[in-house]
């Protein structure tokens, strides 16, 4: 059962959600909350798979509790999935590198959203390559950003790995590609991922454009 966190300070919304949610066997709405503050207590409290939170919230908005969900070691087991009204903007890449592992609108098709949930709670990144692209080349590539800290730390292999997670490769085609084995290709992520400190896949993701590994291609 994936246990879902909703988090929003429209009651409408998160009513709706809920509604669409509960209806799914392997899905549960465990609780909700109405701004960042509430979030991180019922996070712990109920510890679920995945936290599907507005970015826009009073007296803690919803890339402040991602960030505190993301430090915090009791609950490496939350997938934060940031909900936002505009696609692609700021916010949302703020919320990739505070620790969120993707983004979807909230006029998602339903299918889309209860697919989205499904990903998120297998610990996968919701990050289309075309989007990251666009994300990336928006909001990255246009300003210097800091020297990033564990890239020498990378073997080759690993480096290799990063940049085609980046691409938004699963394992398995990782694997096809390199000709190695699917375990292989996890392990090369995993370790990868332990040497940057990345909390999942959606921050590799992050990392990569970054320092430059992957470079955004031009539209």
Not at 5 to 22: K, T, W, Y
Not at 29 to 57: T, Y
Not at 118 to 145: C, F, H, M, N, W
């Amino acid at each position: 059962m994936i246990r879902v966190l909703l988090v929003d300070d429209q009651a409408l919304i998160r009513g709706g959600f809920r509604a669409l949610l509960s209806a799914e066997d392997d899905i549960e709405v465990v609780a909700e909350a109405a701004n960042g503050e509430q979030a991180i207590a019922l996070a712990l409290e109920h510890r679920p798979a995945v936290a599907l939170v507005d970015v826009q919230m009073p007296v803690m908005d919803g890339i402040e509790a991602t960030r505190r969900i993301a430090a915090d070691e009791r609950l490496s087991g939350v997938h934060v999935v940031i909900l936002t009204n505009y696609g692609l903007d700021e916010y949302v890449y703020t919320a990739l590198r505070a620790g969120a592992c993707g983004f979807m609108v909230k006029d998602t098709e339903p299918d889309d959203l209860l697919q989205g949930v499904r990903i998120a709670a297998r610990g996968d990144a919701l990050l289309s390559p075309a989007i990251t692209r666009k994300l990336i080349g928006e909001y990255v590539s246009r300003r210097p950003q800091p020297a990033p800290v564990g890239l020498d730390a990378l073997t080759n292999r690993e480096r290799e790995v990063t940049a085609l997670v980046a691409r938004g490769l699963s394992n398995d085609e990782i694997a096809a590609g390199m000709s190695i084995s699917p375990a292989t290709a996890k392990t090369h992520v995993s370790r990868a991922m332990t040497k940057l400190r990345a909390r999942d896949r959606a921050q590799l993701v992050v990392f990569a454009y970054e320092s430059g590994l992957v470079v955004p291609r031009s539209r």
